[in-house]
Every structure is written in C-alpha cells, then in structure tokens.
C-alpha cells in the first residue's frame, strides 16, 4: 500500500505539479522583479500562480492532443499547493527611461535564488517584472519581453499588470485599457500579455517560430510560436472559435525537455551526428526531403523548417515545421509543400533523447529547383568532415565542389589545411615521456566546445570557413592559444602523466565581454579567476596537476550575459615539473 501510494504521489507531482524535494531541472520557478521604492502589484503572487497555472494546462492539453499524453512543466509548488514567486527587490528606484534588461537584472536574481539554493545556471525560471507606468491614460514599459533557452537552463522574461489574471478572460468584463497606444477590452490584454508569456516560455523551453499551415488554421487557430501569443484563449472570449496551439513537431520536442519528460539526462552532449545520404527530390508541387542519421543511438527524431526567404523583419515567423518519419535505423522521410515562386531556408534539425539538437541549414532557390540545395548539402559535409577531423572526406568533398560550386572550393581547402594539422597532434597522455613540456594548442581534446562559432586553436574559425583571423589580446597577436568564447570547455586526457599547467587569460581584443576562467581537474575545480574585462589585459596562472587525468579549461559569461565574452587561453601548457 505504501509502495502504490508513493507512486501515485510521483505521478501527481509530475502530471500536476505538486510540491515535491526538487533537485537541478525538474521545474519551473518563477521570479518577480521589483524596484525598491516601489511594492509589488496587488495580489501578485495568487495571480502568478493563476497566469502559470493557465499556461501550463495549455501545454497540458496541447501535448495530450499530439499524441504524447499529458505532459507540462511541473511548477515550483509550496506546501500550500500555490506556487513559490520568489521577489526580487532591485536596489535603485523605478525610473520610466531605464530598460530592464535580462544582463541588468540576472545578478540580482542569482544572488536572491542563490541564498535558497537555487544556482540560476541550472534551471528555468519566467521573470515577471514590476515595470508598467502610466502615462496620462496610457499604460507602457520598456521591458525586453523575450524568452530563450534549451534543456539546460532557460529564462523567459515578461511584464505584469494589476489587470493580467486568467479571471479576465470573460466576455462580460466590460473594462478597456490603453496598452502601449492600443485600447482593448481587458478580456483581449490578457489574450496577448498571458499568450505573450506561454509564447515567451516557449523560446525559453528551446522552441522556434513556426507558423501555421491553412488546414491547421482552419481547425486549431495559430501556431504558438507563431502569431499564437495574439489569440491565446481567445475562444473564451467568445469571438473566435478558436485560439492557438502547439504544431506536432513543437510537442515532440517539448517531449525531450526534462521538464515535461520528468527525466534528467545524465548529460547534455551533443554526439557528431549527420544526415548522410541526404537526397531531395520533387513531385507533384511537393519537396521529398530523405536521409539517414547516423549513428542512431541518441538520436530521438528529426524536424524541418520551411522558411521564405528574405528573413527581412518577419524572421522565422513564417517557417512551416514538420516531423519526419524516422525508422529505427536512423532512416528518415518528409514531404513539405513547395513554396511557389520563394527563395526559401530548409533546416534540418536533429533531436536527440537529451532534448539537445544539431541544425543542417540550406536554400532553396526561387524556381523550386535543386541545385542550391545539393550543392548546400556538398558544404554541409564539408564542415562535418572538418569537425570530426577527417582529412579524406574533405578531399573528396572538395573534388565534387571544383566542379558544383568552385567558390566554396577555398572554405573548404582552410578546413582542410587545419584538419591536415589537427592530424598531426596527438593527446597529452601520448606524448613521449621525454618532453618536459607541451602547448595545449597542439595537442588533441577529447571534447570541446564554445558559445560563438567553432573550438579552435590558434585563431578563430568562422563556422562557414570564410576566414581565419589571429588570436590577439589588448597587448597584441597571440601565435598560440585557444579561442574560449563563454561558455566554452575544452577536455584533454592527461593520464596522471603531467605535474603543472599554465597558462595567460584574456579577452580577445575589440570585444567587451566579462568572463571567468575555470581550470578543472578530474571534475574538481582547481583554479578560479576574477571577472576580466578587456582592460584587464592579460592574467596568469599556473596550478599543480599531478595525478589528474582529465584537464578541462572553462570558461563562463559574466554576469552581464554572454554577448562580447571572446575569451581566449594563451599559450596553455603543459609541464613535467
């Protein structure tokens, strides 16, 4: 009996979001930011818990109707069953003219979650800000209202009123508001601020746009993550019969995230994987797009967007989304509509069972041929065979661009050119006893990974191949180094065979970041820096590594955001003394 029990208690806490001992990732805490000199709104924390309650049942039934049951996010529940909105209190004083902005805001947020045992670097949060004025008869704020994340962390950032409660989604509310210079019944500001926090959370849960097909326009309303944020519920309004929904590639990927899966992967790496024999073919007004992802094993599915080109002010707005077959070995299939008369992007994303993804992007040309996108798929491989380091495949793919695309002939050679190098290091743990010392940017990680373009060592890559440019600090060219734009990490296997590294830090030189290096040894942190700017100029260290076998060079944004933090290491090296 106490066995069922308990697992009827698991089964609430994650279909309703009961309270429950919450480790890192397995739910949504909610944050409300206000200036010191101004108190929270009245009743905010009963019309917090509302709003999310509303919005996560949307997601709820929205995830039941695609087929996966009915997941949401499981809400950061008190004992009371309301949930927890941790205030935030900003310690200067509201002033109309001055953004609130997510860089200005996260250091206090950290700091307040922090003292509760919440590392914000962990989690997802949605930051409700204290931020509407009136002006005259006019209701504004200057907020960045804007969601972004993935299954690692994520934060989603909107404004609150004293009139936003799902309550107010009644047409008999009489009551008018002017928002911004746009005058609405209350029952419609609550359609587009609430619908503009289920949209935010979706970009901070990792999703895109997309837009709806006319089918679906027809039978469900708009797309979310489209223009759905404008017609969220407003069935309940009675003027439409319909609001907005999830598309079915939207909640399959909604079904990887920790918070609707309930599970937390052991990891959040993202395997080498590509669409090999990827073909693209016409018929009948439709494009047959078909592959096979290899390898397999972690790959859980793969989504296409069909985006119209130019992206212009519209972005992605207008990207039709579809869920390809996918057999067991990796075979995948979709049909998608051409767009008649359009340049158009077709991305192909693959989704693997941490809810990570990789993205393959090509154009389309305006007849609806081919060509651009065999010849785009030829580059594809091209920088794959560059990221896992395969020299020969870069030598047959630069055969077949000679003479489908001789400009992408020269990116392709730069691969080239470092791979050939790249061929020549070998892992720390290998070199021969007899050096007494090894610079880290000719040797081979085991893993890497950067926040801006590609890991590279000394210089920095454009992804795409079209340059390669020194590495520099405030004091000049850096002829050895690694490029550590925050967050980034670099693994090398030492084998306990080393007994110092060391190594200078700085930020790259016309980038006004903030960031802290991490030196790590077998998961222990070993060394910490201060937060360096760049006229810091330059910092040292060196740390003992006997016995370590795994090295691992960090490094982390500033509490400003990431934006600028062109980290880069020195001449990092290895000794035997």
């Given at each position: 009996?106490?066995?069922?029990?308990?697992?009827?208690?698991?089964?609430?806490?994650?279909?309703?979001?009961l309270?429950a001992?919450?480790?890192p990732?397995?739910?949504?805490?909610?944050v409300?930011?206000?200036?010191?000199?101004?108190?929270?709104?009245?009743?905010?924390?009963?019309?917090?818990?509302?709003?999310?309650?509303?919005?996560?049942?949307?997601?709820?039934t929205?995830m039941?109707?695609?087929?996966?049951?009915?997941?949401?996010?499981?809400?950061?529940?008190g004992v009371?069953?309301?949930?927890?909105?941790?205030?935030?209190?900003?310690?200067?004083?509201?002033?109309?003219?001055?953004?609130?902005?997510?860089?200005?805001?996260?250091?206090?947020?950290?700091?307040?979650?922090?003292?509760?045992?919440?590392?914000?670097?962990?989690?997802?949060?949605?930051?409700?800000?204290?931020?509407?004025?009136?002006?005259?008869?006019?209701?504004?704020?200057?907020?960045?209202?804007?969601?972004?994340?993935?299954?690692?962390?994520?934060?989603?950032?909107?404004?609150?009123?004293?009139?936003?409660?799902?309550?107010?989604?009644?047409?008999k509310?009489?009551?008018?508001?002017?928002?911004?210079?746009?005058?609405?019944?209350?029952?419609?500001?609550?359609?587009?601020?609430?619908?503009?926090?289920a949209?935010?959370l979706?970009?901070?849960?990792?999703?895109?746009h997309?837009?709806?097909?006319?089918?679906?326009?027809?039978?469900?309303?708009?797309?979310?993550?489209?223009?759905?944020?404008?017609?969220?519920?407003?069935?309940?309004?009675?003027s439409?019969?319909?609001?907005?929904?999830?598309?079915?590639?939207?909640a399959?990927?909604l079904?990887?995230?920790?918070?609707?899966?309930?599970?937390?992967?052991?990891?959040?790496?993202?395997?080498?994987?590509?669409p090999?024999?990827?073909?693209?073919?016409?018929?009948?007004?439709?494009?047959?797009?078909?592959?096979?992802?290899?390898?397999?094993?972690?790959?859980?599915?793969?989504?296409?967007?069909?985006?119209?080109?130019?992206?212009?002010?519209?972005?992605?707005?207008?990207?039709?989304?579809?869920?390809?077959?996918?057999?067991?070995?990796g075979?995948?299939?979709?049909?998608?509509?051409?767009?008649?008369?359009?340049?158009?992007?077709?991305?192909?994303?693959?989704?693997?069972?941490?809810?990570?993804?990789?993205k393959?992007?090509?154009t389309?040309g305006?007849?609806g041929?081919?060509?651009?996108?065999?010849t785009?798929?030829?580059?594809e491989?091209?920088?794959?065979?560059?990221?896992?380091?395969?020299?020969?495949?870069l030598?047959?793919?630069?055969?077949?661009l000679?003479?489908?695309?001789?400009?992408?002939?020269?990116?392709?050679?730069?691969?080239?050119?470092?791979?050939?190098?790249?061929?020549?290091?070998?892992?720390?743990?290998?070199?021969?006893?007899?050096?007494?010392a090894i610079?880290?940017?000719?040797?081979?990680?085991?893993?890497a990974?950067?926040?801006?373009?590609?890991?590279?060592?000394?210089?920095?890559?454009?992804?795409?191949?079209?340059?390669?440019?020194?590495?520099?600090?405030?004091?000049?060219?850096?002829?050895?180094?690694?490029?550590?734009?925050?967050?980034?990490?670099?693994?090398?296997?030492?084998?306990?065979?080393?007994?110092?590294?060391?190594?200078?830090?700085?930020?790259?030189r016309g980038?006004?970041?903030?960031?802290?290096?991490v030196?790590?040894?077998d998961?222990?942190?070993?060394?910490?820096?201060?937060?360096?700017?760049l006229?810091d100029?330059?910092?040292?260290?060196?740390?003992?590594?006997?016995?370590i076998?795994?090295?691992?060079?960090?490094?982390?944004?500033?509490?400003?955001?990431?934006?600028?933090?062109?980290?880069?290491?020195?001449?990092?090296?290895?000794?035997?003394?």
């Open positions: 009996m106490r066995i069922l029990s308990q697992r009827l208690m698991l089964a609430a806490v994650f279909l309703l979001g309270p001992l919450a480790g990732r397995e739910c949504l805490h909610l409300y930011v206000t200036n010191r000199d101004r108190p929270p709104l009245a009743d905010y924390e009963n019309r917090v818990h509302r709003m999310m309650v509303d919005v996560q049942d949307f997601y709820r929205e039941a109707r695609n087929g996966h049951g009915p997941k949401t996010f499981r809400l950061d529940l009371d069953g309301k949930a927890n909105v941790h205030l935030v209190t900003l310690d200067w004083d509201f002033d109309p003219h001055r953004k609130f902005t997510p860089g200005e805001l996260r250091p206090a947020i950290a700091e307040t979650l922090s003292r509760k045992g919440i590392d914000i670097e962990q989690e997802y949060l949605v930051v409700f800000e204290n931020a509407y004025w009136k002006d005259g008869d006019t209701w504004t704020y200057d907020v960045v209202y804007t969601g972004s994340g993935n299954p690692v962390k994520g934060a989603t950032w909107v404004a609150d009123h004293e009139w936003l409660d799902p309550r107010n989604l009644d047409p509310r009489k009551e008018r508001i002017n928002d911004r210079g746009h005058r609405m019944a209350i029952g419609q500001f609550n359609v587009k601020m609430i619908g503009g926090v949209h935010e979706g970009h901070g849960l990792g999703l895109p997309n837009r709806e097909t006319e089918a679906e326009s027809k039978r469900l309303g708009k797309a979310l993550m489209g223009a759905g944020n404008y017609t969220y519920r407003q069935e309940r309004l009675g439409k019969p319909h609001g907005s929904f999830l598309t079915p590639a939207h399959f990927i079904s990887l995230h920790p918070l609707f899966s309930g599970r937390v992967p052991g990891g959040f790496a993202i395997p080498p994987v590509f090999e024999e990827l073909a693209f073919t016409t018929e009948g007004g439709r494009l047959m797009v078909s592959g096979r992802v290899a390898p397999v094993g972690e790959v859980a599915g793969v989504v296409l967007y069909h985006d119209a080109l130019p992206t212009g002010t519209n972005k992605d707005y207008d990207a039709f989304s579809y869920l390809a077959e996918m057999k067991p070995d075979a995948f299939r979709a049909t998608l509509p051409l767009l008649d008369g359009q340049e158009c992007a077709l991305h192909v994303k693959v989704y693997f069972k941490n809810g990570m993804h990789r393959f992007s090509f389309q305006q007849d041929g081919l060509e651009r996108l065999r785009g798929y030829l580059k491989q091209a920088r794959h065979a560059f990221e896992v380091k395969d020299a020969a495949r030598r047959t793919v630069i055969k077949e000679e003479t489908a695309d001789p400009a992408s002939v020269k990116a392709a050679r730069l691969f080239l050119g470092l791979t050939e190098q790249w061929e020549g290091f070998c892992a720390p743990v290998e070199v021969a006893a007899a050096e007494q610079g880290l940017s000719s040797c081979r990680w085991s893993a990974s950067v926040g801006w373009h590609v890991p590279s060592f000394n210089g920095v890559l454009d992804p795409d191949g079209k340059w390669f440019q020194p590495l520099a600090s405030a004091k000049g060219k850096c002829p050895q180094g690694l490029y550590a734009h925050a967050p980034s990490s670099y693994a090398y296997a030492l084998g306990g065979k080393w007994k110092s590294f060391e190594s200078r830090m700085a930020l790259h980038h006004q970041g903030s960031v802290v290096f030196v790590k040894g998961g222990r942190e070993l060394f910490r820096s201060s937060l360096l700017r006229a100029g330059e910092a040292d260290v060196r740390v003992n590594v006997s016995g076998q795994t090295l691992e060079l960090v490094t982390e944004p500033g509490p400003d955001g990431k934006d600028g933090d062109w980290g880069i290491w020195i001449a990092p090296s290895l000794l035997r003394h």
